[in-house]
């Protein structure tokens, strides 16, 4: 059974700093590319930031890039989002998922997710 477990969120203020962890189970992490999602607020869940199975290579969404960085430690199922110079407008859950075809989060079943509130 697939477990995602996200960790680290909360609140900071507009610049600030958050990283964020994801503890997998249920599958063989090392074989699977990694991705974090989130979802604000009356939007559609989109996607941050993809990183391949050995970690090599990594991608993130324009909006992040040069903010977000997506790392992964498959000795322990987890892959990491540090997040610097957050903005107010990234408030929302955000998720890890497997990356599938397109884009598109492999498994049907995600965690709880982990709140984000950028507010001063």
């Known amino acids: 059974q697939v477990q995602l477990v996200e960790s680290g969120g909360g609140l900071v203020q507009p610049g600030g700093s958050l990283r964020l962890s994801c503890v997998a189970s249920g599958f063989t992490f090392r074989s699977y590319a990694m991705s974090w999602y989130r979802q604000a607020p009356g939007k559609e869940r989109e996607l941050v930031a993809a990183?391949?199975?050995?970690?090599?290579?990594?991608s993130a969404a324009g909006s992040v890039k040069g903010r977000f960085t997506i790392s992964r430690d498959n000795a322990k199922n987890t892959v990491y989002l540090q997040m610097n110079s957050l903005k107010p407008e990234e408030t929302a859950v955000y998720y890890c998922?497997?990356?599938?075809?397109?884009?598109?989060?492999?498994?049907?079943?995600w965690g709880q997710g982990t709140q984000v509130t950028v507010s001063s």
């Open positions: 990183i391949s199975s050995a970690g090599v290579t990594t």
């Open positions: 998922n497997a990356l599938g075809a397109l884009k598109t989060p492999y498994f049907d079943s």
